[in-house]
């Protein structure tokens, strides 16, 4: 599990990128997305998404506004321009790195 | 309306976050508690389970202080310190600046603004637990700009002749005012 941890770190920012593919969301709704996404095995502390997506809006991959919605005041983050080549870049490099892994893993019979 | 142990994490947010930021976790994780009262768990209840949802309090402060800006600005800014350090040493001492006619209350001074301005460098750049000390960089690079310029005006002005040296150490602190300035607007209510 733990092991598993470390692994899902090392990808956080390509799984906050894709989470923000299909519009903007606020962090909790990016940490429900992930969860939902993965059948609930991703279940990432909210709180470590807060900083990452901060972290990732200071390299200009994402973008935070406020809004207000129910009177609740939310900080909402879509992908820039550069966010989404970010996540062409690593989608690609997943694909080839995910098909090499399956072709010792499981090779053909 | 919310159990003191939300309350007294939301505190702790804002006691120890900028305003802009704590906002934001507050309303993370009150609105995983909310998630849990509305699943139908009590009050105590549902506030345990957001605390352990959203992780515990030094966890997500240290984790906002690990990628703060001043943080990592700090750690580049001192990374540029031995590169145009040992320009400006080289150059001075092949230019023999002691000869220089620069007030020895000068020399001072700028020496020891330079040694507060690493040491609150360091103290940015190794900040593990406490935001309020990256802030520090916001407060540093400023004077890293000023720094820079007076020693690219005292060799325009007292310098008796321009070397490859000289013209080297003045080319580094430039790309360093370069960089600071292209920082600052980034460290702004940070």
């Given at each position: ?43 990432l ?12 809006e ?16 939310r ?35 | ?18 305003a ?23 009050e105590q ?83 593990r ?10 407060a ?16 325009a ?34």
């Open positions: 599990m733990r092991a598993e941890a470390q692994v899902l770190k090392g990808h956080l920012d390509t799984l906050l990128l894709a989470s923000l593919a299909n519009g903007p969301r606020h962090g909790y709704a990016v940490r429900e997305a992930l969860r939902a996404g993965s059948g609930a095995r991703f279940d502390p909210t709180g470590t998404i807060y900083p990452a997506l901060r972290r990732l200071a390299a200009g991959l994402v973008k935070g506004t406020w809004s207000e919605a129910d009177g609740r005041r900080r909402t983050y879509a992908l820039t321009p550069a966010g989404h080549r970010r996540l062409t870049r690593d989608r690609a490099s997943w694909r080839d790195f995910a098909a090499a892994m399956s072709a010792i893993l499981e090779p053909a019979p | 309306m919310t159990s003191p142990l939300i309350a007294g994490y939301l505190a702790g947010l804002r006691r120890r976050l900028p802009g930021i704590a906002e934001e976790a507050a309303g993370g994780l009150i609105e995983t508690y909310e998630h849990h009262l509305a699943a139908g768990a009590g209840a549902a506030a345990r389970a957001a605390v352990a949802e959203f992780g515990d309090l030094e966890a997500v402060v240290s984790e906002f202080t690990r990628q703060a800006p001043g943080r990592r600005a700090a750690r580049m800014l001192l990374a540029t310190g031995p590169v145009v350090g040992s320009c400006w040493a080289a150059a001075l001492a092949l230019s023999r600046a002691w000869t220089w006619p620069v007030p020895a209350v000068a020399r001072v001074s700028f020496g020891a603004v330079l040694l507060l301005v690493v040491l609150a460098l360091a103290a940015a750049a190794t900040s637990h406490s935001y309020q000390r990256t802030r520090l960089t916001a540093a690079s400023p004077v890293i700009l000023i720094l820079d310029a007076a020693a690219v005006a005292a060799t002005l007292a310098a008796p002749a321009l070397t490859a040296a000289l013209g080297t150490a003045v080319g580094a602190s430039l790309g360093r005012i370069a960089l600071t300035a292209w920082t600052l607007p980034r460290l702004a209510a940070r």
